[in-house]
């Protein structure tokens, strides 16, 4: 019984907040900013959603948001995964020393890197592209990826490669359909987060994008601003903004679960 | 097949990382009308004896360390809660998720509708229920909004501190409390004795991961108090500082010195808790 | 040794090492083109010659409207096109300017400017200075003065705005007071304020949770005692005894006579504030000229007949004021800076400028349009406003409003909070000033 109770604590704690941004959005602002928060649900309307996905200005930060989202995502898994299978494979010198760089990586703040970023993408005429941002993602989440991928590749058991060795295959025909296949979750795992880390940022793409490029969540962090704040579309495009990655995080989260935990802890 | 990865991190992170060195060494102000002047480490002697730079330091530590302790001793609580099987585990589990899917950006929304000084639904339900005898205005105070933010991160990175701790559990064979059972432990004695020590790989990860995340927290602080770090500097950490100097006073120079001091921070940290990590693995071995 | 890593890289990549060379030039410090005088003609911008091609407008987004007409007329009086024309966030608008200036980007052409922008990126070197013979001739004063620092003019007002005082007449008449007559000095403020202040209603409200908004909030009191900011030689005198005083007295709002909303000290921007007093639970706020606008709109509590308008109340002094006009200036790295002249010329514009008062609810930029009865029939609040033009009305945008703005929200902050008594609280905000004066007065 008590831990009933417990349980239904913690879910109201960790639902209530985002549930009541998503009332915001459906109600009027003046019904919930009373001290008798009026819930009517006669009152509810899907008018926010309607202008916000009705208008350009919000829908093609959108689709910025997701084609960046996945062209990193994809190319961080490329790139990452033959950078993984060889260190989680190969003994070398410096090895550690890379493995340890990857999660050092995490330590540093965009903020130093804000400004030369910004001279670098424009010296290439990359400054407010997508495929800028794509660059820059690729740079901060690629060392997370590989760095999650050694673990899942290490624990592909070797004797199995061995195999496939003596079958005749070659090593991209090994990683291709046995390494792979083998640390299949982990790599989906490592693939929302991916993309959850390159669509939920707001920092890069406010300094490396001025309106050609802008993405959801600068868009979203817009609402406020000179003007009145408006909180049912700034509610709606929090709503909007957050429910991709909470799809995804449910659809995966069996994967996401083993994976990123699992990997962690052994990593 | 690791070159190219290999290249791109050190080409867009080397550089800009050497770049940003480079500029920490000059009196460069965009707003003054003279070139940037080479001072070598003057910067960071600025940076030594800046109070503004110590007040920001000081919150940033209160920031990690709040988050760090209370995100990790919830996180071993709430996994041992739902390590238990019940109804439901495994829909529990899958909400658990919510809060790490939430953006940062859309989190600093959330919060400010729900701590507004005078429309957030805190209040409404404070002054409901006869807890408030007025409004509190959270957003208003410098010592209540950095604790609304601090309450607001933790909210967030508890999913994935949980699940790590999870993980860590089901690592444990049930025999060992069957054992401690029958030896006649209480359930207190079990997680001392057995639980807590099991888990020091999970929660020593934690500690690396989560302190590196909460020492440069930005977008929800960004926000949450309307791009200021306010009011008055109350959630000014050091990061956000180093955004101020450089973005708004246009001061790239001393900028760079900001944060190049707090990665070294951040890095200090990160090579503390590392040791701490191997020593324990070695141990494990 | 970061440093040195990539160095050695950038050996290896060629591709990578042009590119760096590149960006080294770009903003390379030593490099005194770095500072602005590069691409820009020079001496000041004359009219004259048949400007054509294309622009490119960032402006913020505090005029909605105008623009969709003022764009087609200046196209075919012109005959130049406009190619884009963006509308940022007021609040994200300084950072990115500064980053594209830096760059000595040259894909926008004309940017938003105010006071503080006009002095800032004025003396970096990064907006065009214009010649006498480009600016209008009925332009009013502080209208002018928003795009001017140190008697060089960086561009020309889009519209005038000056604070006047709103009170809502529905809670003035509830609370026994005569609704439709001013409070005219600070003590009868402070009284119809206390009036009108009740359980879930505030008689004041203002908006002093972010720097810029508590700077403004701190200049307007400092003026209304007859007090000011600097001396001829920009030393900071704003610690003075009125000084103290103003700040005592706009204190004791919150904490002595609790009239002020303690909202205030989290709302971060006038709009907020305006939409707060069309809720209809606030009895007096001091505010930008949309307030009339937002007051009088569909959404709002009050209409016309119930929104009263009148001068701010000084404590020393009748009456003074902030302001807050806009305008536009020329990027110095522009390729096509006649044109974009063209476009600041066509803003200051009879037609344009009457759209901004009929449509938009700001002040006219000239004497012309200000004087035309036209003017005060579609806006009211532009008969206070006249009346405001004989009291002191000042804003000193400076290249160091960012780091002032903040450094005084945070004494002013603790002053509100009972952290700070107001003496010691100015005296600590005057001698950071000085320093940064010292550092930015060029």
């Not at chain 2, 208003?140 to 909004?145: G, I, L, M």
């Not at chain 3, 600097?230 to 103003?246: H, R």
């Not at chain 3, 476009?343 to 609810?361: A, H, M, N, R, S």
């Not at chain 3, 450094?407 to 509100?416: A, D, I």
Request: net charge positive; glycine share 8%; with cysteine.
């Amino acid at each position: 019984m008590v831990h009933r109770v417990l349980v239904g604590v913690l879910l109201v704690y960790l639902l209530a907040p985002f549930l009541w941004m998503a009332l915001y959005s459906l109600f009027p602002a003046s019904a919930l900013q009373s001290l008798t928060p009026n819930l009517d649900p006669r009152l509810i309307t899907l008018g926010s959603y309607r202008r916000l996905l009705g208008d350009s200005s919000f829908l093609v930060p959108m689709a910025h948001s997701a084609i960046v989202g996945i062209s990193t995502t994809v190319v961080c898994m490329v790139l990452g995964s033959g950078c993984a299978y060889v260190l989680a494979r190969y003994r070398f010198p410096g090895r550690h020393t890379l493995l340890v760089g990857m999660l050092t990586v995490q330590a540093v703040p965009v903020i130093v890197l804000a400004v030369p970023l910004f001279v670098l993408l424009r010296a290439f005429g990359m400054y407010d592209t997508l495929p800028g941002l794509v660059v820059t993602y690729t740079a901060f989440i690629l060392p997370l990826v590989v760095w999650m991928l050694v673990g899942f590749f290490q624990e592909v058991p070797p004797s199995l490669e061995r195999a496939a060795v003596i079958d005749a295959c070659s090593r991209l025909q090994i990683v291709w359909r046995i390494a792979v296949p083998l640390a299949a979750p982990g790599m989906a795992a490592t693939a929302v987060l991916a993309f959850i880390t390159s669509w939920s940022d707001f920092f890069l793409a406010k300094v490396l994008t001025s309106g050609n490029a802008a993405t959801l969540p600068v868009r979203t962090a817009a609402f406020q601003g000179l003007f009145a704040m408006d909180y049912t579309a700034a509610a709606t495009a929090g709503v909007i903004t957050a429910v991709p990655v909470l799809l995804l995080a449910l659809v995966a989260q069996r994967w996401i679960i083993r994976g990123l935990v699992e990997g962690a802890v052994k990593g | 097949m690791a070159a190219p990865a290999l290249v791109i991190i050190v080409l867009l992170l080397g550089y800009p990382m050497g770049y940003a060195v480079f500029m920490s060494g000059f009196d460069w102000s965009e707003k003054t009308a003279t070139p940037p002047s080479f001072v070598g480490l003057g910067n960071y002697a600025a940076v030594m004896h800046d109070p503004q730079v110590l007040a920001a330091l000081l919150r940033t530590l209160f920031f990690a360390a709040v988050t760090v302790g209370a995100g990790v001793t919830l996180a071993v609580l709430i996994a041992v809660l739902l390590n238990v099987e019940f109804r439901g585990r495994t829909l529990v589990r899958v909400l658990l998720l919510v809060p790490w899917a939430v953006p940062p950006v859309v989190n600093g929304i959330m919060w400010k509708l729900i701590f507004d000084g005078s429309t957030g639904v805190v209040n409404a339900i404070g002054l409901g229920l006869g807890i408030f005898h007025d409004r509190v205005q959270f957003l208003a105070d410098p010592t209540w909004t950095m604790n609304v933010l601090v309450f607001a991160e933790t909210w967030k990175l508890l999913p994935f501190l949980c699940l790590l701790m999870l993980a860590g559990l089901q690592g444990i064979p049930a025999n060992i409390y069957k054992a401690a059972r029958v030896d006649g432990a209480g359930a207190w004695q079990r997680f001392l004795r057995i639980t807590l020590p099991n888990l020091r790989g999970p929660i020593t990860f934690a500690l690396v991961v989560q302190t590196m995340w909460s020492l440069k927290v930005f977008d929800t602080i960004y926000v949450l108090t309307g791009g200021s770090g306010g009011p008055a500097e109350g959630t000014t950490t050091i990061n956000f500082l180093a955004y101020l100097v450089t973005f708004s006073n246009l001061d790239r120079g001393y900028g760079a010195a900001i944060a190049i001091s707090a990665t070294v921070l951040v890095l200090l940290f990160a090579v503390f808790w590392t040791v701490v990590l191997r020593d324990r693995k070695e141990v494990a071995r | 040794m970061d440093n040195l890593i990539s160095r050695r890289l950038l050996l290896q990549f060629g591709a990578a090492a042009a590119g760096a060379a590149t960006l080294s030039g770009c903003v390379s410090p030593g490099d005194p083109s770095a500072k602005g005088s590069a691409g820009a003609s020079d001496g000041p911008l004359k009219p004259g010659g048949k400007p054509a091609g294309e622009l490119t407008i960032l402006d913020d987004n505090t005029n909605k409207v105008f623009q969709a007409s003022a764009i087609a007329a200046f196209q075919s009086a012109t005959g130049i096109k406009v190619k884009t024309y963006t509308m940022g966030n007021f609040n994200d608008l300084h950072d990115r300017f500064a980053t594209l200036f830096a760059a000595k980007d040259s894909t926008v052409d004309v940017v938003m400017t105010w006071a503080g922008w006009t002095a800032e990126f004025g003396q970096a070197g990064w907006l065009q200075e214009l010649d006498q013979t480009a600016v209008p001739k009925d332009l009013i004063k502080p209208a002018l003065d928003a795009v001017s620092w140190r008697g060089k003019v960086y561009g020309l007002p889009k519209f005038s705005s000056v604070q006047t005082m709103f009170w809502n007449k529905t809670l003035a008449k509830q609370a026994g007071l005569d609704a439709d007559k001013a409070p005219a000095t600070w003590d009868e403020f402070v009284a119809a304020a206390k009036a009108m202040t009740r359980p879930g209603q505030y008689g004041y409200a203002c908006d002093i949770g972010n720097p810029a908004g508590a700077y403004q909030n701190f200049l307007r009191v400092l003026l209304l005692n007859g007090g000011d900011m600097y001396d001829q030689d920009y030393k900071p005198i704003f610690n003075s005894e009125q000084g103290v005083e103003a700040l005592t007295k706009f204190k004791e709002l919150l904490t002595l006579h609790k009239v002020m909303d303690p909202a205030s000290l989290q709302t971060t921007n006038a709009s907020d504030l305006g939409d707060q007093f069309a809720r209809g639970s606030t009895g007096i706020v001091f505010n930008w000229p949309f307030q009339y606008a937002v007051a009088t709109g569909k959404a709002s509590k009050l209409t016309a007949q119930t929104v009263g308008n009148g001068l701010i109340p000084g404590i020393s002094v009748r009456s003074a004021s902030i302001d807050g006009s806009e305008g536009f200036a020329i990027n110095n790295y522009s390729k096509n800076k006649e044109a974009a002249l063209a476009w600041l010329q066509f803003v200051t514009t009879g037609t344009v400028q009457q759209k901004i008062v009929d449509q938009e609810g700001w002040f006219p930029v000239t004497s012309t349009v200000l004087d035309d009865p036209k003017s005060a029939a579609a806006l009211p609040v532009v008969t206070t406003y006249k009346e405001t033009t004989k009291y002191a009305t000042k804003r000193w945008g400076t290249p160091w409003s960012n780091e002032l703005d903040q450094l005084l929200s945070v004494q002013l902050n603790n002053v509100m909070n009972g952290k700070t008594p107001p003496r010691d609280a100015l005296n600590s905000a005057a001698s950071q000033t000085e320093a940064l004066v010292k550092r930015y007065l060029k």
